[in-house]
């Protein structure tokens, strides 16, 4: 997480994995039209490994394209992971459980956001709430103003 570096390289790689892997994958279905159950078989698992890629690098991926990450739980916090300068900088806001599976995030408000979060957070509060947004409803934002 925190100091975390990622390479300027690693979108090209992904492209170029994900090439070869569709590659593969094509020639297995050209087989598996003409032979039988087991070329199917070989298909169906390259999909499900390509799938499982594809989810497994979704951080990293939105990182590099996005320059964020809109976060993921960790224990009873939400991690937001930013990319500055090729590190990634994290901001852990906690989580209050509110039953049936469901949390709330809480965030700092607008007099105490200064004061606990890191300096490159300042000033961009409403962004930062903005880009929350795409994981939890406003009515699962609290804040402590």
Same mark, same amino acid.
């Given at each position: 997480?925190?100091?975390?570096? /990622?390479?300027?390289?690693?979108?090209?790689?992904?492209?170029?994995?994900? &090439?070869? &892997?569709?590659?593969?994958?094509?020639? /297995? +279905?050209?087989?598996?039209? =003409? !032979?039988?159950?087991?070329?199917?078989? @070989? %298909? %169906?698992?390259?999909?499900?490994?390509? $799938?499982?890629?594809?989810?497994?690098? $979704?951080?990293?991926?939105?990182?590099?394209? $996005? !320059?964020?990450? #809109?976060? *993921?739980?960790?224990?009873?916090?939400?991690?937001? =992971?930013? &990319?500055?300068?090729? =590190? @990634?900088?994290? /901001?852990?806001? #906690?989580? %209050?459980?509110?039953? *049936?599976?469901?949390? =709330? +995030?809480? /965030? #700092?408000?607008?007099?105490?956001?200064?004061?606990?979060? #890191?300096?490159?957070?300042?000033?961009?509060?409403?962004?930062?709430?903005?880009?929350?947004?795409?994981?939890?409803?406003?009515?699962?934002?609290?804040?402590?103003?």
């Amino acid at each position: 997480m925190a100091g975390e570096k /990622i390479s300027s390289t690693y979108q090209q790689t992904v492209i170029l994995l994900l &090439l070869a &892997l569709s590659a593969v994958f094509a020639a /297995i +279905i050209l087989f598996a039209i =003409e !032979g039988g159950i087991v070329q199917l078989a @070989v %298909a %169906a698992g390259g999909f499900f490994v390509l $799938r499982r890629f594809w989810s497994a690098t $979704r951080r990293k991926r939105e990182l590099g394209s $996005r !320059g964020f990450f #809109p976060g *993921r739980r960790v224990d009873n916090h939400w991690v937001y =992971e930013e &990319l500055h300068e090729g =590190e @990634v900088v994290v /901001i852990e806001f #906690p989580l %209050a459980y509110v039953g *049936r599976g469901e949390h =709330e +995030i809480l /965030i #700092p408000g607008e007099q105490s956001w200064p004061g606990r979060m #890191p300096a490159w957070a300042h000033g961009r509060r409403d962004e930062i709430i903005e880009r929350l947004g795409v994981v939890f409803k406003r009515s699962d934002m609290r804040t402590d103003d």
